[in-house]
């Protein structure tokens, strides 16, 4: 069973930092893009950076310059560091792979969702 773990929510000021992680854990043969969306309370869940299995990255507008996304694939591990943080960036963040598993094919897992709230 196939199984995303996010950690690294919290409470933080304006113009602060966060780093989320997010470990994925099983068997499995191999894991593709992961990323990391959120959601804000009354809104659509949003993607916020996707990572390909080569390091491809690409952001929403309104966190580029001020999030990256990494990964390392010996931990089957994404990383989100999120700097100058802003109150809009307030959501449940959730980690999402594309992943090959045994028994499972090819499909998408996600984590269970960590806060993240940005005070003004």
């Known amino acids: 069973q196939v199984q995303l773990v996010e950690s690294g929510g919290g409470l933080v000021q304006a113009g602060g930092s966060l780093r989320l992680s997010c470990s994925a854990s099983g068997i499995m043969f191999s894991i593709n893009g992961m990323g990391w969306h959120r959601q804000a309370p009354g809104k659509q869940r949003e993607l916020v950076a996707r990572i390909t299995g080569d390091g491809g990255t690409n952001y929403a507008d309104s966190v580029k310059g001020r999030f990256t996304i990494s990964r390392n694939n010996a931990k089957n591990t994404v990383y989100l560091e999120m700097n100058s943080m802003k109150p809009e960036d307030t959501a449940v963040y959730y980690c999402?792979?594309?992943?090959?598993?045994?028994?499972?094919?090819?499909?998408?897992?996600w984590g269970q969702g960590t806060q993240v709230t940005v005070s003004s």
């Open positions: 999402a792979a594309e992943i090959i598993a045994v028994g499972a094919g090819l499909r998408s897992y």
